[in-house]
């Protein structure tokens, strides 16, 4: 599936949450099932600087696609990462670099993705993108 | 003190929903809200008065400037200075230190002392640690107790002939600890001849203040969280010291004579008051110590001690929660809270989609939580437009939240 529809699918399984608790109850949901990133890759190399809470984003190449694991010490902010993280994974590294959607637009999740440059958010998303773009260059 | 009831209906910010609730607003440690008295006296300026201050020959550079002016005498009242010439504005407290580290430190000699405490805002720190880097000052620490409050004896044992200014908290942000300060003065004095620095960030706001009963030699406030408009604060000093000390800042409105190769400095407090000054603010704030003072600030610290035990016996029947607070009687209105196993910021945004407003992070405070082992807290903090109903709607709120976070 492509980051376009990837990114129309979790607009359509948000607004079926109408006030922001049931979206931040949603965002707790995907974090509870995001079980698997191991605590060794808790390091300051995979630390996302600028969000009030710890996240970590690990990305790697597989097959000519990348993968990016999330990781987060509050359930809300992990909820985001693993949302992002699932839609940019197994997407190329060029498709993730010209991607021109901008996630903060797109998605109404209230105070935590407001597009202020020192947002959580949007450090996960730079953090991506820098990432795909070394590859992609 | 009126009914909160009354008082929030002189600030129009309650008038909002937040995600469809009244606003419960737990956040003016942070900054608090404005009274419409005081949002209409900076519109009354712009629109009436407007002109540079201390420049013009014409009835409206008067005006303000005397509307300016005013502010310095209502202030000095406020805190029972001895003159208004002992009032300098600045852009706030944080500006405050800065001044006071720049200005005081250089006179140092490389090898003197400034003694802080544990839980000083960064605001109390980090331009000592400039300034003791730039003339090779050393800094020590006040230890804080495992009850949250100053460590006495330690306060003595630190202090010594190097000791050359001492700079403190006089309601912590975090503990809500009230340090006994007349005492601290006159230990200080007594073994010392160290500067004594109070922060008023957060006591000028809640407590009847008397600079002169205290005893102490310098005071910085924060106007923003004191009903205030942001952009301004105030540094009170003693006249004698603050004559002997050298400005910070350069520029117009400071100065007595200028040639191009010197200049000499106009007389306190305009010295240390360096271009167009933000004097519009200075009404504004000036609006806010009228609010204030209309209420009474003994009335105003009744009501925080009421209201801080009422939160406290609230806060401390959630299950599971940990609060951050001294032990002592007397105490502000401030409770930096946490739970186990959940994340301080998950509990804010939960506690704002009830309306609640929280500071979440580590406050300015981030030595004190990292001794705690604590990466951050939530923090609910009383002032004069809160009452019972908001700290039960926040402990509803909390342990609602704590539900799904669990």
């Given at each position: 599936m492509s980051i376009e529809a990837k990114v129309e699918q979790f607009k359509k399984t948000l607004s079926l949450f109408p006030n922001p608790q049931e979206k931040y109850q949603y965002l707790i949901e995907q974090a509870k099932l995001n079980?698997?990133?191991?605590?060794?890759?808790?390091?300051d190399e995979f630390k996302v600087n600028g969000c009030q809470s710890q996240v970590w984003l690990v990305p790697e190449e597989r097959e000519e696609k990348l993968h990016f694991s999330s990781d987060s010490d509050a359930l809300i902010a992990k909820g985001l990462v693993t949302l992002i993280a699932s839609i940019y994974s197994d997407e190329s590294a060029q498709d993730i670099a010209s991607s021109e959607i901008d996630l903060m637009e797109e998605f109404e999740l209230g105070v935590i993705l407001s597009p202020a440059r020192r947002n959580g958010a949007f450090s996960m998303l730079k953090t991506i993108k820098e990432f795909a773009k070394k590859l992609a260059d | 003190m009126k009914q909160v009831s009354e008082i929030k209906k002189?600030?129009?910010?309650?008038?909002r929903l937040i995600n469809g609730k009244e606003l419960t607003y737990l956040d003016s440690g942070a900054t608090s809200q404005k009274p419409n008295i005081v949002i209409d006296s900076m519109s009354e300026v712009y629109k009436q008065n407007n002109a540079n201050v201390h420049r013009g020959t014409y009835v409206l550079s008067s005006e303000t400037t005397s509307k300016y002016e005013d502010v310095r005498n209502k202030f000095k009242n406020f805190i029972n200075a001895n003159s208004p010439e002992e009032i300098i504005f600045t852009k706030g407290c944080t500006e405050g230190f800065n001044l006071l580290a720049n200005s005081l430190c250089k006179d140092l000699s490389e090898g003197d002392e400034i003694l802080l405490s544990e839980i000083e805002h960064h605001a109390n720190i980090i331009p000592w640690q400039m300034a003791a880097d730039k003339y090779g000052l050393i800094i020590k620490y006040i230890n804080v107790d495992k009850n949250f409050n100053l460590d006495m004896d330690h306060l003595e044992t630190q202090l010594t002939n190097n000791t050359k200014i001492v700079s403190l908290v006089g309601e912590s942000n975090i503990s809500g600890m009230l340090p006994d300060i007349k005492n601290i003065n006159k230990l200080i004095k007594s073994k010392t001849e160290a500067l004594f620095i109070l922060d008023g960030a957060q006591l000028v706001p809640h407590r009847e203040i008397d600079v002169q009963d205290l005893g102490i030699d310098f005071l910085c406030v924060s106007g923003h969280k004191m009903l205030g408009p942001t952009g301004i604060g105030v540094v009170w000093g003693k006249k004698e010291l603050l004559e002997k000390m050298d400005p910070v800042y350069g520029g117009g409105d400071m100065i007595e004579e200028v040639y191009y190769d010197k200049a000499t400095w106009a007389p306190i407090p305009h010295k240390f008051e360096a271009g167009t000054p933000p004097y519009v603010e200075a009404i504004g704030l000036g609006a806010a110590v009228d609010y204030l003072s209309d209420l009474t600030m003994a009335e105003v610290q009744k009501h925080s001690d009421h209201l801080r035990l009422y939160a406290k016996n609230t806060l401390e029947n959630i299950n599971g929660i940990n609060i951050i607070h001294t032990d002592s009687e007397n105490a502000g209105c401030t409770f930096a809270m946490s739970v186990d196993g959940v994340h301080a910021t998950d509990i804010s945004l939960m506690l704002d989609t009830y309306g609640v407003a929280v500071r979440a992070g580590h406050h300015c405070v981030q030595p004190f939580h990292r001794k705690l082992n604590i990466d951050a807290t939530f923090r609910a903090t009383g002032y004069i437009y809160n009452d019972e109903k908001d700290f039960d709607t926040l402990a509803n709120a909390i342990e609602d939240s704590l539900k799904i976070l669990r």
């Open positions: 079980e698997d990133f191991p605590t060794e890759l808790r390091i | 002189d600030f129009p910010i309650f008038q």
